[in-house]
């Protein structure tokens, strides 16, 4: 995990996916246990350590198929920055990083999957992917499950499907997410109604991190909510019909506000401020970000790409930036860096 | 915080009851709570369905089915949340064999102790997980394991009736098991 070997390698956020207009990421996460264990909040340290140990070795131990493709971190060994950084790269949970004890990791190298041992459950196997793919992350998402399946044998019910420590996630134990970036149904303030129909198709909708932290740059993940009684198959389908909707009325709002000089001048702005400020807290560069971003994908400035974009979004995360400069910093320190990585990658 | 009874031990157990209207909280060691729940009178005295006040997930579990609480005098939240095999030994619940769960200690936690808690809780787990995904099973992908058992559970099956038909002298209907075996077995 060392900084230099992380830059190296190009993440799946570098490169730009389907829909990338409006669809910023997929994630699908995988709930998975052991027979034979307590579930983490019921766990031994020796129990915790045995189950990370079993699944290292089922993916990556003796002539796995995946040997070479995964590393494994205990989070223990973890610094609480680059458990941070890791948050804010959603390669692990809030809730994993707070509590990094007897916890283990297993990732892709481009970070595209990643498996959290001892978190809520055994193993949470997590794929992610930029843009619109859900069917293409299932199939990675369901070859990696087999796989393990066979050494494994994951804890599984005829009638409840896959065990699960919390009942919400029985059944597929599959959370299916796609990342949306929303800027005009927000400004037009239409997307309260647009929740609470979502309900009713079975999916939420909620701020990036989960908290509604971010909602100034106009980031939504929308979400299955129910995994008992529905296929993988009928779930991602649904999910897709559902963000197809979300995507038609964006660019509907959008169409009417590109329209407005003073929105093209609010991009232009966003870009200009982002080439030559000094100093640039988290969410004036939220708001900023979310304007330049609907001008790229509108076509209003060409000289940055989506993509580029979506690496520089990571690169200012304060954790991030931290982890870039290899200290921690106080909040004024990384407002002043993160406005001098904004210069250098725009110039 | 001390019992409030004995005012000696560390109390644990949080019990709230409602007689009436005229609701009160109590915290005990587990000895007292075990007294007070050995005391053939608590059944007249207490409204256990104040227990569902623990919020959160608590209430998901559907702990509001009276009598059930008797061995689910639950912990306090301050309590040692201990792990495996530390949980306080009141009530004479059935347990998890495999992690040592009782249905209290689910039901507070909102967590099943481990995947056999679902075989062992089952009757009592459903009402939940009802409320939650709706009255349904499982469709979609089979743990790979599981989906070879239950082949193999339905031939057993399949040969059971074979030898039943042999037995009954339904030899149309044994020909027809014996192929739809063959062709499970292939
Ligand atoms: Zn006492
Ligand atoms: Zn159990």
Redesign the interface.
Known sequence: MSGNEKNTERKWYQTQGKEADTVISTRLRFARNLNGYPFPHRMTDAQKKEVNEKVRDALIGGNSALRDSFTYVEADQLSPVQLAAMVERHLISPEFAGNPKGRALLMMKDESVSIMLNEEDHLRIQVMGSGLQLDELYDTADKIDTLLDETLHFAFDEELGYLTACPTNLGTGMRASVMLHLPALTASGTLNRIASSLDKMGATIRGSYGEGSQSSSAMYQVSNQVTLGISEKDTLSNLTEITRQMIALEKKARAGMLKSEAYQDTVWRALGLMKCARVMSSEEFGELYSALRMGVAEGIVTDVTLDRLADLYVKVQPANIMEQYGKELTPSQRDQKRAEILRNELR | MLCEKCKKNEATAYIKTNVNGDVHEYHLCPDCAAELRNSGEFGKLFDWNGLDDFGGFGS?WGLNSGFDLVSSLLSSPFGSLG???SAPAIGSGKRCP????DFGEIAK????????C??EFRNR?AP??KK???N???????????TEQ?HENEIASLRNQLNEAIQSENYERAAELRDQIKAMEA
């Open positions: 998901l792990g495996f095999g495999v992690c040592g769960s936690s909102g967590k099943a102790g481990c995947p056999n679902y075989t787990l939940t997980i939650i995904h709706g349904t099973v499982h469709c979609g992908k089979h743990s790979k394991v599981t239950s």
